[in-house]
Structures are given as structure tokens and as C-alpha cells.
């Protein structure tokens, strides 16, 4: 899955990964994290999800990281927003208001750019990666984010072998290989959703859950 895959899916406009509304389970659990108003919030691979206005609406600053230009340039226009742009060795920076998307490769990110983040918002991101680059995810991007750093999860569940990624499933087992070293892990909910996915059922999926975690770096 190297960047072209990418790229040829928002060219395509395949982006059923894209939800028209921001996602209830944030809604529900997010205040549980009680960050401070001005906290950065870091979402990666975000595309030009409706949750990264959602996040700043709640007075925090966003910090985003996506592949796509095309998919920075559409969040911005279809939110009324003109950004200012600069560049830096992470990418080209896209700000507007409390919204800075990077257009870069998240796995580019380090220590530094990551230091002033308070919170890490992850819905689309690790389930959009096969398991070899989830474990380079978890360690090399999750790494960079400073200790006291807050996070929500959000996974999806289902027979593998029934469908081809992505989104892949990540059971709780593999959450709790990829983070339990350095985060305190506390399982927040579990939905069945697969009434509400008619791409999975029509796969042949029997089983589809979603499940949201709550992260807090050591």
C-alpha cells in the first residue's frame, strides 16, 4: 500500500472510508478526555474529515497529516476556509484558524513536530494500514507524541478472511500488542454495525463491531 494507492482513490473519488456526518462515537466520548480549550489535537491520515471542524469547533487547535493534496484542498473549500500555506521538511502546511493540515507522509513526523500535542484522534488511520505498517505505526508515529498524551481509538472487528482490506480489523489483542508498552489502554464501547455497512455485508461479512479505546501515554 504505498502512496499511489492513495492518491488514485481520492482521484477516483473511492472514498467510502469518508463519512457525511461527524462520527457519534466522538461525540460521545471525546469530553471524556477533559483536555484543556486550546490543546492540539494530532489526527492522522485525515483526509478531509468532517471530525477535524468538529475538534476545533470544541476550542482545541488540529493538527492534521494527510497524503492527499486533493483531499486538503476539498476540506478547506467545502468548509468556507482560505489556508495560508508554508513549507517544512514535514510537507507543504495548509492553516486556517485553529485547522493546520500537513500535506506530507505521516510516517515523516517526529518528536518535534508532535511536541505540543495534547491529543491524538485516530478513526481512520490505523485500520487503513496492513498489520506490517500498523506495527510501524504504532511505534514509530504514536512513539513521537509526548508523555500525558491523550488519545481515542477507534477500530473496526470482523473476519478477516472475508474481505480484503482496507479498512483492516484490529481485535483487542493486536491493540494491546501495538500500544500496551508505553499507553494505559481502557476499553470505552463496543457497536455492532454491520446493519450499517451495507459495503461489508454485501462482501459477505457475517460480523462487523466497531470498538473505541481511550490512550494515555506513560
Request: charged share 20%.
Amino acid at each position: 500500500m504505498d502512496p499511489a494507492f492513495w492518491h488514485q482513490k481520492w482521484q477516483a473519488n473511492q472514498i467510502g472510508f469518508h463519512q457525511d456526518q461527524v462520527l457519534p462515537l466522538l461525540r460521545k466520548h471525546w469530553p471524556a478526555l477533559a483536555l484543556p480549550t486550546g490543546s492540539q489535537v494530532f489526527v492522522p491520515l485525515c483526509g478531509k474529515s468532517l471530525d477535524l471542524a468538529w475538534l476545533a469547533a470544541q476550542g482545541h487547535r488540529v493538527l492534521g497529516v494527510e497524503l492527499s493534496a486533493l483531499a486538503i484542498e476539498q476540506f478547506f473549500d467545502e468548509h468556507d476556509l482560505v489556508p495560508r500555506t508554508h513549507d517544512s521538511r514535514y510537507g507543504t502546511h495548509f492553516v486556517a484558524g485553529d485547522i493546520e493540515l500537513i500535506c506530507g507522509d505521516a510516517f515523516a513526523l517526529d518528536a518535534q513536530a508532535l511536541a505540543g500535542c495534547a491529543g491524538v484522534y485516530d478513526r481512520a488511520a490505523l485500520v487503513a494500514l496492513p498489520q506490517a505498517m500498523r506495527r510501524r505505526y504504532a511505534a514509530q508515529l504514536y512513539g513521537a507524541l509526548p508523555a500525558a498524551c491523550q488519545g481515542l481509538l477507534v477500530t473496526l472487528e470482523y473476519p478477516q478472511a472475508q474481505k480484503a482490506g482496507p479498512p483492516f480489523s484490529v481485535v483487542p489483542e493486536e491493540v494491546d500488542t501495538l500500544f500496551a508498552a508505553q499507553w494505559h489502554i481502557d476499553a470505552l464501547e463496543r457497536r455492532d454495525i454491520l446493519a450499517h455497512e451495507p459495503r461489508f455485508a454485501a462482501a459477505g461479512v457475517s460480523a462487523l463491531e466497531t470498538a473505541v479505546y481511550r490512550l494515555l501515554k506513560r
